[in-house]
């Protein structure tokens, strides 16, 4: 028998990973105001809040996306070629006019699932990682943009650019759709039975076979997901551009940044654990750091190595949280046998 002598160890309350994101955003957003005062301007104002809020919105829309990818244990490196595709076919069917707005947003969300859809049954049916089978749609993709458009294409009516400058109570339409878009995708994860199937076949596809979980659906549909909300990007990106563009979506980067914004915002690129929240909180520090940058005038290649930094710093702080939570291997001088 084992007998338990002294008093019991008192379990110290965790600071979830979600809250770090959020006190880590509150800590960039102060040493920003310290920067830009140094500077001799204002940060805390409603120019900086609206600038922030639009650089988070494109962004906030892949990632999110990307989120419900990544936590079913997959990766989606096609989505700026879907951005761009979607701001193609959007201002092609948009050039005749108002009437077109409805079914060039129809067609471009339509083809953005069609693609979602062919990546996932790869992944799924010919069982080719996601990281590859992702790469080689995107690839696909802009072998038939580079070769069939050279340019801007069609336009957008000033109805559908109203979409892109509306501003209510000094935040944008387009960050208001995005935050919409998150908590529908924080309900589908935490609120139904798809959702708990996605973290399940991301924590481990086989034990959620054996549980009778249909392993293929979830990643297929999160995928679909991903590559829609990379077309409602395109179609605000077109919204503020006014014109349909074939590299609009890779000069954005917004498969490396997405994917970024979601292990900064605390999901395991693993698959299995995370949340959107957490994405967002991720998103909004790179958006405060690219417009303090943008104020200040820093070098782009600067930018990208505090980019970097960011994220190194973000992973080596879980991956030790980690290591923290896991047991002694040894009963400590409190247990007797």
């Excluded at 990307?66 to 879907?82: A, E, M, N, R, W």
């Excluded at 067609?107 to 990281?131: C, P, Y």
Aim: glycine share 14%; charged share 10%.
């Amino acid at each position: 028998m084992t007998a338990i002598t002294g008093t019991r160890p008192v379990r110290r309350a965790r600071i979830s990973t979600t809250a770090i994101v959020y006190i880590v955003l509150i800590g960039v957003i102060a040493l920003s105001a310290v920067l830009v005062a140094a500077a001799g301007k204002s940060f805390f104002t409603t120019g900086t809040l609206t600038s922030v809020l639009t650089l988070m919105s494109i962004l906030g829309f892949v990632a999110i996306g990307q989120t419900l990818v990544i936590i079913s244990g997959s990766l989606d490196l096609s989505v700026p070629y879907v951005v761009s595709t979607a701001s193609i076919v959007g201002a092609g069917i948009m050039a005749q006019g108002a009437a077109g707005i409805v079914p060039g947003v129809l067609a471009a969300l339509l083809v953005s699932a069609a693609i979602g859809a062919a990546n996932g049954l790869i992944v799924t049916k010919l069982r080719v990682h996601g990281f590859i089978a992702t790469l080689g749609v995107g690839l696909i993709i802009s072998g038939w943009l580079g070769t069939s458009f050279q340019g801007s294409f069609g336009s957008a009516p000033a109805e559908f650019r109203l979409i892109g400058a509306t501003l209510i109570a000094g935040v944008p339409l387009s960050t208001i759709i995005m935050l919409v878009c998150a908590g529908l995708a924080a309900l589908l994860l935490h609120r139904t039975r798809l959702g708990h199937h996605i973290y399940a076949v991301g924590g481990s596809a086989h034990v959620a076979r054996l549980s009778g979980v249909r392993t293929q659906v979830p990643v297929v549909v999160s995928h679909i997901l991903c590559s829609t909300l990379a077309g409602l990007a395109g179609l605000l990106l077109l919204a503020r551009t006014s014109v349909g563009s074939p590299t609009i979506g890779s000069q954005g980067g917004y498969d490396l940044m997405s994917i970024a914004a979601v292990v900064l915002g605390g999901t395991l690129l693993a698959g299995g654990s995370g949340g959107v929240l957490g994405t967002i909180g991720g998103v909004a520090i790179f958006a405060v750091l690219d417009h303090v940058m943008g104020v200040l005038e820093v070098n782009p290649f600067f930018k990208d190595f505090v980019r970097g930094a960011v994220i190194i710093l973000a992973v080596a702080l879980y991956a030790w949280r980690s290591l923290q939570r896991r047991p002694p291997r040894f009963p400590g001088k409190g247990a007797r046998s």
